[in-house]
């Protein structure tokens, strides 16, 4: 979608195939981690000095998370797990750097929604057994097997617009207030939008960093959740 808070297309692929900047914003982020995944890991000390002992950190945490969430035996999780969070959080914090955040389109959210949902569903019947994971559906009475399937296909349009919600209604009230800033200024007889300098950095806290990195966190826990759910 081009215009009002939808993203713009940046360029269009041979064929009139459009090249959002949803997409180019992505692009950006995995050259990023791809990058700092290569110079935090080429060269490790068997004892952890500077970035490596943050590095370290990071991944015992994940573990440590993923161990206490999912169960010790589900521990394989942790790298998904992992780059999720360091997906999701980048792609938050976009708007920090003048991009639009890759999660206020909600093609993005209903794609990792959509991992999410067939994960659920292919590791349980893979733990499970196809036939025993299937008869769950009729549990606790054959009469609920309707309403099992609905609040199975609610999961992941639940998970992808509680994620979308969340971010592209900060990136609305930032780009009211930034206008609102603009005509303040305007009103005022002062050519330069003074006010747009300082005053939306306070919610810019509140919903780049902080609302940003908890709807990072609250995905990746869901998504645990569940998987873990379907498996037991």
Same mark, same amino acid.
């Given at each position: 979608? %081009?215009?009002? $808070?939808?993203?713009?297309?940046?360029?269009? =692929?041979?064929?009139?195939?459009?090249?959002?900047? &949803?997409?180019?914003?992505?692009?950006?982020?995995? @050259?990023?981690?791809?990058?700092? @995944?290569?110079?935090?890991?080429?060269?490790?000390?068997?004892?952890?000095?500077?970035? /490596?002992?943050v590095i370290e =950190?990071?991944?015992?945490?994940v573990y440590?998370? &993923?161990? /206490?969430?999912?169960? %010790?035996?589900k521990k394989?999780?942790?790298? +998904?797990?992992?780059? !999720?969070?360091? +997906?999701?959080?980048?792609?938050?914090?976009?708007?920090?750097?003048?991009?639009?955040?890759?999660? @206020?389109d909600?093609?993005t959210?209903? @794609?990792?929604?959509?991992?999410?949902?067939?994960m659920?569903?292919?590791?349980?019947?893979?733990?499970?057994?196809?036939?025993?994971?299937?008869?769950?559906?009729?549990?606790? $009475?054959?009469?609920?097997? #309707?309403?099992?399937?609905?609040?199975?296909?609610?999961? #992941?349009?639940? !998970? *992808?617009?509680r994620?979308?919600?969340?971010?592209?209604?900060?990136?609305?009230?930032?780009?009211?207030?930034y206008?609102?800033?603009?005509?303040? *200024?305007?009103?005022?007889?002062?050519?330069?939008?003074?006010f747009?300098t300082?005053? #939306?950095a306070? =919610?810019?806290? +509140?919903?780049?960093?902080?609302?940003?990195?908890l /709807? *990072? $966190?609250?995905?990746a826990? !869901? &998504?645990?959740?569940?998987? *873990?759910g379907?498996?037991?």
């Amino acid at each position: 979608m %081009e215009g009002g $808070f939808g993203p713009r297309v940046i360029f269009e =692929l041979p064929g009139g195939i459009p090249v959002t900047e &949803t997409v180019t914003t992505t692009w950006i982020i995995m @050259a990023v981690l791809t990058i700092f @995944a290569f110079v935090a890991t080429r060269r490790f000390d068997k004892v952890p000095k500077g970035l /490596q002992n943050v590095i370290e =950190l990071l991944v015992d945490m994940v573990y440590k998370l &993923t161990a /206490q969430t999912m169960g %010790e035996d589900k521990k394989a999780f942790a790298p +998904y797990i992992g780059t !999720l969070m360091m +997906y999701l959080i980048c792609a938050n914090l976009a708007g920090l750097f003048g991009f639009r955040p890759p999660t @206020a389109d909600v093609n993005t959210t209903m @794609a990792l929604a959509l991992l999410t949902f067939f994960m659920i569903h292919f590791f349980g019947m893979k733990r499970k057994g196809v036939g025993t994971y299937l008869k769950g559906f009729l549990q606790p $009475f054959p009469v609920m097997l #309707p309403l099992n399937i609905i609040g199975e296909l609610a999961t #992941p349009i639940s !998970l *992808s617009f509680r994620l979308f919600g969340n971010i592209v209604g900060g990136l609305i009230i930032m780009n009211l207030l930034y206008g609102a800033l603009a005509g303040l *200024s305007t009103n005022l007889g002062i050519a330069i939008p003074v006010f747009q300098t300082g005053i #939306p950095a306070v =919610l810019h806290l +509140y919903f780049d960093v902080f609302a940003g990195v908890l /709807q *990072s $966190f609250i995905f990746a826990m !869901l &998504t645990m959740v569940f998987v *873990s759910g379907a498996m037991d």
